[in-house]
């Protein structure tokens, strides 16, 4: 089972709206949870990087909420615009050592439309 | 700003062939990986290194080799392609050395779409 669940799978809006992605993670002991935009056919490009202590992070029209009791993020996308459409993965690293501990959702599409 | 450079957008590959990915980062960053990223599966760490020389297995390294001469290099290497191997892959660097890599940031060059027929 993965351990890093994102939801929606998919999601189509309206340019201007506001929406927002779930992460639902289990690796535990945590230490930061990432939220990347990867446009199609182009590498992830972080958003937001959050530590277990942290509460919300904002990046422009982004903002990411984390809440470590309940092990849930979310990336909250104000005023949406074209330019959104992406996909947008959650990360997790947990509180170990060791290159190799990134836990990778398998992301959200976002699809924007006029 | 950090660069991670992928040396194609575009491969076309037969199966059997020896195939060479290339990735230069220029942040003098220790780390370095290798993920493929498949529908549905989410990127896979393949590899990664910490060091010049090093290397260590992900979670899918079966069929993959790498190799690290140069700090800001890291190849990935598919010694027989198969069809199985067609995917998009991600190189990624980060700053910091091994104990203190989960504080920091993983940079992704912009992926290699591979097609192996």
């Known amino acids: 089972k993965n351990q890093v669940e994102q939801s929606p799978q998919s999601l189509i809006i309206l340019e201007g709206k506001n929406c927002t992605l779930q992460?639902?993670?289990?690796?535990?002991?945590?230490?930061?949870l990432r939220w990347y935009k990867q446009d199609t056919g182009r590498g992830p490009v972080s958003l937001t990087i959050?530590?277990?202590?942290?509460n919300t992070k904002s990046n422009g029209r982004y903002t990411a909420t984390l809440d470590a009791d309940t092990k849930q993020s979310s990336l909250h996308i104000t005023a949406s615009q074209l330019s959104d459409s992406a996909s947008y993965i959650c990360?997790?690293?947990?509180?170990?050592?060791?290159?190799?501990?990134?836990?990778f959702g398998t992301g959200t599409r976002l699809t924007v439309i006029p | 700003d950090v660069k991670v450079t992928q040396s194609s957008r575009y491969l076309v590959k037969r199966t059997g062939e020896k195939v060479f990915l290339e990735c230069v980062q220029d942040m003098d960053h220790e780390n370095m990986f290798w993920y493929r990223q498949d529908p549905g599966l989410g990127l896979r760490l393949i590899y990664f290194s910490y060091d010049v020389k090093m290397k260590e297995k992900g979670d899918i390294p079966e069929g993959y080799s790498v190799s690290r001469e140069k700090k800001e290099r890291f190849s990935l290497i598919l010694e027989s392609a198969s069809t199985n191997q067609t995917s998009m892959y991600l190189c990624?660097?980060?700053?910091?050395?091994?104990?203190?890599?989960?504080?920091?940031?993983?940079?992704f060059g912009q992926g290699t779409r591979l097609t192996v027929v």
């Open positions: 959050m530590t277990f202590s942290e």
């Open positions: 990624a660097s980060s700053l910091g050395i091994r104990e203190i890599v989960i504080m920091t940031e993983a940079f």
């Open positions: 990360v997790v690293t947990p509180d170990q050592t060791g290159a190799n501990n990134l836990f």
């Open positions: 992460c639902n993670y289990t690796v535990s002991p945590f230490s930061n």
